[in-house]
């Protein structure tokens, strides 16, 4: 009896056939989307040519710094990340600029990779979790300040913020292109894989802008006052002082929002995780303001730490630390610390952080 092959059948060939054209294509894809993923990632933390535009060189910057710390997670060097804004380091000449990272590292023996830069907020801590979450090598720790200043301003919110590009490029670092991509990139009809992997991440407007008119109609109105008996600079400090902090901060504010997101993305990585609410100016805000001040400070600081603290987050409120005299930037309302002043937040901190150390607890990171 004549033995057959039913797998030689010209339609199973066909199908082989087709199959094999299939993942040919899938293959040739992917290595093309690939190379559009490198090319982009090194051109957007590229230094721009001299004469480009400044927000190009800003962008570039900060790329760069988010690529060296996915690089860092992928070699396993960060055991300890600590985000923060420019409060992390110092801003007076006269005095060492010593960080609060680095004080802390010395009280603590955490060995700290710091994360950090002017206007630095949750909006990007968020994406920065969301890394952390795709690496192989996660930190055991993860300390993240709060500065009450970001949630005044939809421009967080938005393509207008300075560090918009980053949280795009951040999306990148922790979405590299698959497989699963490839029939999507074809369909697409953009030939350009740099072009199409860009745009997944493009942010449109936040579409927050009437509720930010709503939590701030107070602080307008307090701004539109007149302020009789004030000199012209004490006038201005205070009209910083009530931009800055005179939000009506609701639990559904979009600040909030991302700080939950980060807490949820970094506690299901495993990230032991400790958020703190930087130090305000009560003191100089209220001989300024009045009672008011320092009422809606500490009112919005507790909501924020009590959304953290409701969802399993541990949170510190520093807000009310310091007293004025530690405080820089004297015509200018703002968190920026002297030496003291950094120095008593990293002993706070490190204060928080001890009973971890004890054996019942567990050891903290190295």
């Known amino acids: ?57 800003n962008d570039a910057y900060h790329n760069a710094v988010a690529l060296a710390f996915r690089d860092a997670l992928a070699r396993g060097d960060v055991t300890a990340v600590y985000f923060n804004d420019s409060v992390m380091g110092g801003h007076n000449d006269d005095e060492p600029r010593t960080t609060i990272a680095t004080l802390l590292g010395d009280l603590s023996g955490l060995s700290i990779h710091p994360v950090s830069g002017p206007g630095y907020a949750a909006t990007l801590f968020r994406e920065y979790a969301r890394l952390i979450a795709q690496a192989k090598h996660k930190p055991r720790l993860a300390i993240i300040s709060i500065n009450l200043r970001a949630f005044s301003d939809d421009w967080f919110f938005t393509p207008r913020w300075m560090y918009a590009a980053t949280v795009d490029y951040l999306r990148l670092l922790a979405a590299p292109p698959t497989l699963a991509d490839v029939p999507a990139w074809l369909v697409s009809g953009q030939d350009d894989p740099a072009v199409w992997l860009a745009a997944r991440t493009r942010r449109d407007a936040s579409g927050h802008e009437a509720l930010f008119q709503e939590i701030n109609a107070r602080r307008n109105r307090l701004m539109a006052a007149p302020t009789p008996g004030l000199s012209p600079d004490e006038a201005k400090r205070r009209q910083f002082f009530i931009k800055n902090y005179m939000t009506d901060i609701p639990a559904g504010h979009p600040m909030i929002g991302d700080l939950l997101d ?32 320092s009422a809606t400070a500490s009112a919005n600081a507790r909501r924020v730490a009590h ?55 567990g050891a903290l990171p190295r």
């Open 1 to 57: 009896m004549k033995r057959t092959f039913p797998f030689l059948r010209p339609w199973v060939l066909l199908a082989l056939a087709s199959a094999a054209v299939v993942a040919a294509l899938v293959w040739h894809g992917h290595h093309r989307l690939a190379g559009g993923y490198r090319q982009l990632l090194t051109a957007a933390a590229t230094t721009p040519p001299v004469g480009a535009p400044e927000p190009l060189f």
């Open 262 to 293: 980060t807490a949820a993305t970094l506690s299901q990585a495993g990230v032991t995780t400790l958020f703190y609410l930087t130090p305000i100016d009560m003191e100089g805000g209220k001989s300024l303001v009045g009672e008011e001040f």
């Open 307 to 361: 959304a953290l603290t409701k969802a399993g987050a541990d949170c510190l409120d520093l807000s009310a630390l310091l007293p004025e005299d530690r405080f820089v930037d004297r015509d200018y309302a703002c968190e920026h610390l002297d030496l003291a002043g950094r120095r008593r937040v990293a002993e706070a901190l490190a204060a928080h952080l001890a009973p971890a150390a004890n054996p019942a607890a």
